[in-house]
């Protein structure tokens, strides 16, 4: 008999057999479960760190200034993340980013994702740094070098900058007008409002704005104010979430709604003209109204630029906000506002300055108000123009989509204004036209000047005193490579200086010497650090024209006890000065002393041997003769009468008068 078998096993392994692929697949599946339950959220960070990181939205800059920076940017997956930047490509300082996982109402990608923000610190002005982004080791944007470029600070007063408005739909208008003020090139950009239509919400924000100025974000600094359509989402909270603005309100409910900033000489005022404005008070010490007050007490820069949505001086059928009449143009026109750049109304208009809603002028105080809503967001239509224009209207049209470029040139601001075609709407010609001049007050220029005089320095002093007189012609190098020449009145002066460290070099003219400057010293050179906006004066120079003293020594020949003709001169007579310097009379018996510093002196003479002293020009028998001089001065017949000591003279002597020449 053959080896009986359980049925029931060999069943079993018929089946097993017959299914083998199955069996595999679920014995795998048994130890993946078995796997995730025993190592859980890291293996499942580890599964997801295999996969590359997907970048949803590109880095974006905010709070840009003078010594700091937020760079943000959002990924699918999470991880360690971390900006790197250096001035050069070795991208040796690196600073961590917070790391934050949000779940928005949105479609996909947008709707769950990692935010990263990166703050870097303690950066220098003007300056070109490159960064690049990682999350969990990888390099994300790395189709472009990522650089920006920091504020400049105060002591740049000359810049400009693109005005946006009304952007809100990634379209074919939106990126004519954008590709216009990229062309152009612009040092930050301003977008004053509903630049995510319709509804302001999530998608809005990806779709119409960060896809729509990425190559703009990534470099370039771009304020936002909060326009009507952001508040169509639940009073804006997708705007407020995506964005990192100034937290500045009075009120928390208010904070990144108004806020102000500063770039060069200009300090500039974000206003929040939806429900900030209508919740102005007067019963009210924290509202909008009470912090822009507080905000233009404290602002000490030469410009004052508002932006905001809603305009008030345009003259078109639509309605606006009454309160920015009531409650924000006083405190514009208070505070010496210069301009108030706004948008909401589909169109461009520019006014002269206006006070009192009147036509005034900007010595007067009138405030200039720039409305550009035709950013390219919807067609221009439905906002007609009032007829006549009122005459505070300098230039208005609402034709096609444009931006306006603003530049700040020390004391004077222009202006030129481009549609999505390139075609100019307002300006000078094709230059830019100036809106607003005051280029004649103090401090208007950030440029530093420096200025001073050179003199004849008549005692010797090295300051300016009684007698001391300019000096015109005389050669002013400055170590940057200018120089000038002082004119009639002795005045030099360097102008438009960046501020930093010179050295100012005095060039003696001929037959002159110097006798001191400004700092005291007698080298020809004056250092000095510049400021911004400093104008410093009195870098003043002293010159002198080397004095010279001669005189003779005579033997009295005829014994008269007097300088006559019948005196013959003596050589090789010892004459020193108390200034150290010695001499010889010469063959005819003559002495000098010349390139003399400025002062007083004392002439010895050392009687020769075999004579003794008997008279000088003053008078006296003492072989001494004190003498002052001045600049230029040429001191004449200091002369010595000697006589034999053998020979007793006895007599009166006269004294003949010294001349000076």
Not at 15 to 23: K, N, T, V
Not at 33 to 62: D, H, K, N, S, T
Request: include cysteine.
């Amino acid at each position: 008999m053959g080896t009986r078998r359980n049925p029931n096993s060999l069943d079993l392994l018929s089946s097993l057999s017959r299914h083998r692929p199955y069996f595999i697949r679920l014995l795998y599946l048994l130890v993946a479960v078995f796997l995730i339950g025993q190592l859980g959220e890291p293996l499942i960070r580890w599964i997801r760190a295999a996969e590359p990181v997907q970048l949803i939205r590109y880095p974006y800059l905010q709070q840009l200034s003078s010594d700091a920076v937020t760079i943000v940017w959002t990924t699918t997956e999470s991880g360690p993340s971390e900006a790197r930047y250096s001035t050069d490509l070795s991208f040796g300082n690196v600073v961590p980013a917070t790391s934050t996982f949000k779940s928005v109402s949105a479609t996909a990608p947008y709707n769950d994702y990692y935010e990263h923000v990166a703050i870097l610190p303690n950066l220098t002005p003007g300056t070109l740094y490159n960064y690049a982004i990682y999350t969990q080791g990888d390099e994300l944007a790395t189709d472009n070098q990522l650089h920006f470029r920091t504020n400049p600070g105060s002591d740049d007063c000359t810049f400009n900058f693109a005005m946006l408005g009304d952007t809100g739909v990634n379209g074919p208008r939106a990126q004519h007008v954008r590709d216009q003020a990229l062309a152009r090139g612009f040092d930050f950009a301003i977008n004053v409002g509903d630049l995510a239509y319709d509804q302001g919400n999530y998608d809005d924000l990806e779709i119409d704005f960060f896809n729509l100025y990425q190559d703009i974000l990534w470099g370039r600094m771009m304020w936002t104010a909060i326009g009507n359509h952001e508040y169509n989402t639940n009073s804006g909270a997708p705007y407020l979430d995506v964005f990192h603005l100034p937290q500045q309100a009075l009120r928390l409910v208010d904070q990144e709604r108004y806020y102000s900033f500063d770039y060069g000489n200009a300090h500039f005022i974000v206003l929040d003209t939806n429900d900030p404005v209508w919740n102005i008070s007067s019963g009210s010490l924290d509202d909008m109204a009470d912090w822009l007050e507080a905000d233009l007490i404290a602002n000490d820069s030469f410009w004052t630029i508002v932006m905001m949505h809603h305009p008030w001086y345009v003259s078109d059928n639509n309605t606006h906000p009454t309160p920015i009449h009531t409650q924000l143009v006083p405190l514009f026109e208070a505070y010496n506002v210069d301009i108030v750049l706004t948008g909401h109304d589909h169109l461009y208009q520019r006014t002269f300055p206006i006070k009192a809603d009147a036509l005034s002028t900007v010595a007067d105080g009138g405030v200039v108000y720039v409305t550009n809503g035709e950013g390219g967001g919807k067609a221009v239509v439905g906002f007609k123009f009032t007829n006549p224009a009122p005459n505070w209207s300098a230039s208005r049209s609402n034709n096609s989509a444009s931006y306006t470029h603003i530049y700040v040139d020390n004391g004077v601001m222009s202006l030129i204004t481009i549609d999505e075609n390139g075609n100019i709407i307002d300006a000078a010609g094709t230059d830019p036209i100036v809106i607003i001049d005051r280029s004649n007050e103090p401090d208007a220029s950030c440029q530093a000047n420096v200025s001073g005089m050179v003199y004849e320095d008549d005692n010797g002093d090295g300051a300016v005193s009684v007698g001391d007189t300019p000096l015109a012609g005389v050669q002013i190098n400055l170590s940057d490579g200018q120089s000038t020449t002082t004119n009639a009145n002795g005045f030099y002066q360097f102008t438009n200086l960046t501020p930093g460290n010179y050295t100012i070099v005095e060039i003696d003219p001929s037959g002159y010497l110097s006798s001191g400057d400004a700092q005291g010293a007698n080298d020809n050179t004056i250092a000095i650090d510049l400021q911004a906006i400093q104008s410093i004066t009195n870098q003043n120079f002293f010159d002198y024209q080397p004095a010279t003293i001669t005189g003779m020594v005579f033997e009295d020949t005829d014994d008269d006890g007097s300088f006559s003709l019948a005196d013959m001169p003596l050589e090789g007579v010892e004459i020193a000065l108390s200034n150290g310097q010695s001499t010889t009379t010469d063959a005819n018996g003559f002495y000098q002393f010349l390139n003399l510093v400025l002062g007083n002196y004392t002439i010895t003479e050392i009687d020769p041997p075999g004579y003794v002293s008997i008279l000088d020009v003053e008078g006296g028998n003492d072989n001494f003769i004190a003498v002052s001089v001045t600049s230029g001065d040429n001191i004449v017949e200091q002369n010595f009468l000697d006589k034999e000591s053998s020979i007793d003279s006895g007599t009166t002597f006269v004294y003949l008068p010294v001349i000076r020449k």
